[in-house]
């Protein structure tokens, strides 16, 4: 019982500080990131802001600009580095693309192969259609990183309307919190 209050207060005081200091509002070179997304579970993140040392696993929040918008309006995503410059992306396309996942995600049409983990590309997210990043064996460019969300599936670099992330992009590498 002492152990459910304990949670209850840190949950309270995290609530209360991130109300405070504000959603993802810098506090001299860290904040607090609160996301909305379900592309990484965690909804809580500390972020180390300026920092951009980068490396395979990390999480960083990154700059995005969703061209398929007409506003030059950006927003920042939390996602973990996949790839980096210099490695392979292996496509392997599927014979027969599997059925519809749901009517909000499309079918499994490729598997993306970088240093032996795998993404899986659908052709439909959030009830859009999506182009895959590509369709033939590519190598992640200099002062680029592909990135994605840990909770399938997720819009990010496995799509063109997402692409890489560059390292101008990346504000911070991010710590869950919980």
């Keep these: 019982m ?3 209050k304990l949670i209850d207060k840190k949950a309270a005081l995290v609530v209360l500080l991130v109300y405070v200091v504000g959603f993802g509002y810098p506090y001299a070179s860290h904040f607090f990131k609160y996301n909305i997304s379900d592309s990484v579970p965690q909804k809580f993140w500390f972020v180390d802001y300026g920092n951009k040392s ?3 696993n ?3 929040v990154a700059k995005f600009h969703d061209p398929r918008t007409e506003t030059s309006s950006f927003e ?4 973990q580095i996949g790839g980096v410059a210099g490695d392979v992306i ?3 396309t599927m014979i027969k693309p599997s059925k519809m996942v749901s009517n909000r995600v499309g079918r499994h049409v490729m598997t993306y192969w970088i240093n032996g983990e795998s993404f899986p590309v659908y052709d439909m ?11 033939t064996n590519l190598t992640i460019p200099k002062g680029c990183f592909f990135v994605h969300g840990t909770h399938q599936p997720s819009f990010d670099s496995r799509y063109k309307e997402f ?7 990346i504000e911070g590498i991010a710590q869950p919190f919980f």
Excluded at 125 to 135: A, W
Excluded at 164 to 169: K, L, R, T, V
Aim: glycine letters at 6%; proline letters at 3%.
């Design 2 to 4: 002492k152990l459910v």
């Design 54 to 56: 980068a490396i395979k």
């Design 58 to 60: 990390n999480y960083i």
């Design 76 to 79: 920042f995503v939390i996602k």
């Design 90 to 92: 292996t496509v392997e």
């Design 125 to 135: 997210l959030s009830g859009y259609e999506f182009h895959p990043l590509t369709v």
């Design 163 to 169: 692409g890489f992330i560059c390292e101008s992009q």
